[in-house]
Structure formats: structure tokens, C-alpha cells
Nanobody
Framework: VQLQASGGGMVQAGDSLRLSCAASGRTIRTINMGWFRQAPGKERELLGGIRWSGNTYGTDSVKRRFTISRDNDKNTVDLQMNSLKPDDTAVYYC????????????????????WGQGTLVTVSS
């Protein structure tokens, strides 16, 4: 599976941004897809994901502002981010993992087998 993340850029606090992850080599309906971010000096953290079945998962603190969806026709998974804050500045990664993985394993980077190159989001105050 090859993943290509896009949509990053520089925005101001309060703005919205939509990231997209295009998958090739496998249909997203047969794999779990997750979004992570990594800020300078910090560990990579899960934002959320969407399972092969279409069910979404994620952290409560993020769900209030971020939404994950997929487009089966385009074979893409999107991350809609609203009310962005300077603390959201990070490199954002999409990742793919086998559909056989249980949910608990998808909450950490180790639950994914393939990673995109990352896209930088910078939020200014």
C-alpha cells in the first residue's frame, strides 16, 4: 500500500483545513486507515481513524474539532480540521493497517504497516 498525504499548509488560528490521504495498491474498504500527527520534540499521536468496515475511532479531545471520512470512489481518507489552534502545528501522517488488527492496536503507531510521507500544518496565532 502506498499513501500520499496532501492538503497541509499555513493557516491562522480559528481556520479550517482539510487533509487528504490517497491510497494505492489496496482499496481502503479492506484496510484500516489512521491519521497521526507529530509536533517537534513530541511523540507521534493518534488523531483517529476509520476501520475497513467504515466505523471511525479516535481520541475524545480531537473528535470535537476533527472529523475523519473516506471516499470509496476516490480511495481517499480525509481529515477535516476545524477551529485550528497553534498547538495543532505538526506534521500530519496517514497510515494503513491490516483489517485483522483489533481496535486497541490501532490506537498506537505500531498498529499500522504503511505510512504516508507526512504533510506539514502550521497554525499561526
Amino acid at each position: 500500500v502506498q499513501l500520499q498525504a496532501s492538503g497541509g499548509g499555513m493557516v491562522q488560528a480559528g481556520d479550517s483545513l482539510r487533509l487528504s490521504c490517497a491510497a494505492s495498491g489496496r482499496t481502503i474498504r479492506t484496510i484500516n486507515m489512521g491519521w497521526f500527527r507529530q509536533a517537534p520534540g513530541k511523540e507521534r499521536e493518534l488523531l483517529g481513524g476509520i476501520r475497513w468496515s467504515g466505523n471511525t475511532y479516535g481520541t475524545d479531545s480531537v473528535k470535537r474539532r476533527f472529523t475523519i471520512s473516506r471516499d470509496n470512489d476516490k480511495n481517499t481518507v480525509d481529515l477535516q480540521m476545524n477551529s485550528l489552534k497553534p498547538d495543532d502545528t505538526a506534521v500530519y501522517y496517514c497510515a494503513a493497517g491490516s483489517k485483522s488488527k483489533i481496535l486497541s492496536s490501532l490506537l498506537s503507531p505500531g498498529g499500522y504497516d504503511f505510512w504516508g510521507q507526512g504533510t506539514l500544518v502550521t497554525v499561526s496565532s
